[in-house]
């Protein structure tokens, strides 16, 4: 059956009478390794109300005192690095030296917020009268529901309570189903840091339950999302009816293009790392490859080549490339799509779920490569799996038309020695994040993440700019002239 865990509402784990349970395995080797609580819309309500009520106590504490909380949150977590980067490896499949990285983004991004709380800053702007002074103020929005997915299952959580925290937010945080364990050993990790009761509550349990009751919540004022497309959409549309600010990550269908110029054995690292990385589920995976046909042949017999001895296994295995992918579910639909590529493409690597010892046990999947042309449907929907379409190309207009011609824009890649080549292409990737020379994930948790198009609704996580979704800001006008000052009025005497 796996670890048992409770929810965490108003600072107590807790198993509510009754409750249904749901487990986690290993896409490993199927073992169980967590039992969670199927969360139901009374649960919700709790947890709420647990939040709205730590809500004044937790805002008025000055915002320097909350950021030591956070960093005392990073020495826990850099404490339990390595335990906890074993759980994500067993719970979601990435290869051990990723789930440190995973691990270390959370430290690394909640010692970066707890920096926040000395910072926070409005601004000050003259006014049109005289003896009068203007500012403002950034304010909390009260309490924040954080719905993520199974692919980061510390990172992004940590990404969306630490901004929200250090803002004078309170959380109702739901996991993925998929890797609850990892969400309630984050939650575990904010406990022992000493975050006060109701400020952080957990609740597991499905999107559709779960996640709908808390978009529903008239008390939930902020929801921040990130999943696919789909879910992504039902939110926003549910948020609206509440007229609350919902904050979309969703998908990617990342390019990287390789000029005739390119550096070939940078760039075949580089794709390798992108298109195979966390078994091509990063959200800015490199999904597709467009090259220029005066490399075209060269480089995919190299990458070829190198397939041939990409190791597949066990993640726990430091000699392993790419692990299983995470769940049945995303098997049985990466599968699909590998299904359709071989109908309307030219398969030259992989194609196929590995079979025979220790990969029976799991959900391996073969790195799969295809030589497709620009417009089929596996090189413009998001796979989210290690399926890498490889498009040829005559130019860079081309190559910069097929890389803006899906329906997402997060990340995008050019491998070029033409400096002036590069700079025209970050002026013209249509995407939230542009790599020159290296490929298409590699975030750090300083600069702003997010995209355009379908990936998104305009916010960004990360970076000093994270802060924005969780915060409203107030105008304030202080007149020290005693009398009354009427604004456009008093500069206009005449009319
Ligand atoms: P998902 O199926 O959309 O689920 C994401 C989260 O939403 C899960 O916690 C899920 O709960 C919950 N959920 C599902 N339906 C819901 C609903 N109707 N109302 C409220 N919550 C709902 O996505 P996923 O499979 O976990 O993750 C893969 C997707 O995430 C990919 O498209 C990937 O590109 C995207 N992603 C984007 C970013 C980014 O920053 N742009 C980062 C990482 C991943 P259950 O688990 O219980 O279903």
Redesign the pocket.
């Known amino acids: 059956m796996g670890q048992e865990c409770g929810l965490f509402i108003g600072g107590h784990w807790e198993t509510p009478a009754g409750a249904k349970r749901f487990s986690t395995i290993n896409p490993t080797n199927r073992e169980a390794v967590g039992s969670f609580v199927a969360g139901t819309p009374a649960d919700v309500d709790r947890a709420v109300a647990a939040a709205a009520k730590a809500f004044p106590a937790w805002k008025e504490m000055p915002a320097p005192e909350r950021g030591a909380i956070l960093l005392e949150a990073a020495r826990r977590f850099t404490q339990r690095k390595e335990e906890l980067a074993r759980i994500v490896t067993r719970e979601m499949g990435k290869i051990i030296s990723e789930a440190r990285g995973d691990v270390q983004e959370s430290i690394d991004f909640i010692e970066y917020m707890a920096g926040e709380g000395r910072r926070l800053a409005g601004e000050t702007i003259p006014s049109e009268l005289r003896a009068k002074f203007c500012l403002t103020v950034r304010q909390p929005k009260g309490v924040v529901a954080c719905?993520?997915?199974?692919?980061?299952p510390t990172a992004?959580p940590n990404w969306k309570m630490a901004a929200a925290l250090i803002t004078g937010n309170t959380v109702v945080f739901?996991?993925?189903?998929?890797t609850a364990l990892c969400g309630a050993e984050v939650v575990r990790t904010w406990e022992q840091a000493g975050l006060p009761p109701g400020v952080m509550n957990f609740v597991t349990?499905?999107?559709?339950v779960v996640?709908?009751a808390l978009?529903a919540d008239p008390r939930v004022r902020t929801v921040s999302?990130?999943?696919?497309?789909?879910?992504?959409r039902?939110?926003y549309v549910r948020g609206a009816q509440g007229l609350k600010m919902v904050h979309l990550?969703?998908?990617?269908k990342n390019p990287v293009i390789l000029m005739e110029d390119a550096d070939l054995s940078l760039a075949l690292d580089g794709v390798l790392f992108g298109a195979f990385g966390t078994s091509g589920q990063?959200?800015t995976a490199t999904s597709r490859l467009i090259l220029h046909e005066k490399v075209h042949d060269e480089f995919l017999g190299m990458l070829l080549e190198r397939l041939q001895r990409f190791p597949v296994g066990d993640p726990l295995d430091p000699a392993t490339g790419m692990g299983p992918v995470a769940s049945a579910d995303q098997e049985e639909k990466i599968l699909a799509y590998i299904a359709l590529g071989k109908k309307e493409a030219k398969l030259r690597s992989g194609g196929e779920k590995l079979r025979g010892g220790a990969y029976d046990r799991g959900f391996f999947i073969a790195p799969t490569i295809f030589e497709t042309r620009h417009g089929t449907r596996i090189s413009k929907e998001?796979i989210?799996g290690p399926v890498l379409s490889v498009l040829r190309v005559r130019d860079y207009a081309e190559a910069v038309r097929v890389a803006n011609d899906v329906d997402y824009g997060?990340s995008s890649s050019i491998y070029t020695r033409d400096v002036n080549r590069a700079f025209q292409a970050i002026q013209d990737l249509e995407a939230g994040i542009t790599y020159i020379n290296a490929p298409t994930i590699g975030a750090e948790v300083q600069l702003p993440?997010?995209?355009i198009k379908n990936?998104?609704n305009g916010g960004r996580?990360a970076g000093s700019v994270a802060i924005e979704e969780f915060t409203e800001i107030k105008s304030v006008f202080v007149d020290f002239s005693s009398k009354l000052q009427k604004a456009q009025i008093d500069t206009h005497p005449g009319g």
């Open positions: 719905i993520t997915p199974w692919n980061f992004i739901k996991p993925a189903s998929n349990g499905s999107g559709s996640g709908d978009v999302f990130t999943g696919g497309v789909e879910a992504g039902d939110v990550e969703l998908g990617g990063r959200c998001e989210f997060l993440f997010g995209g990936t998104g996580e």
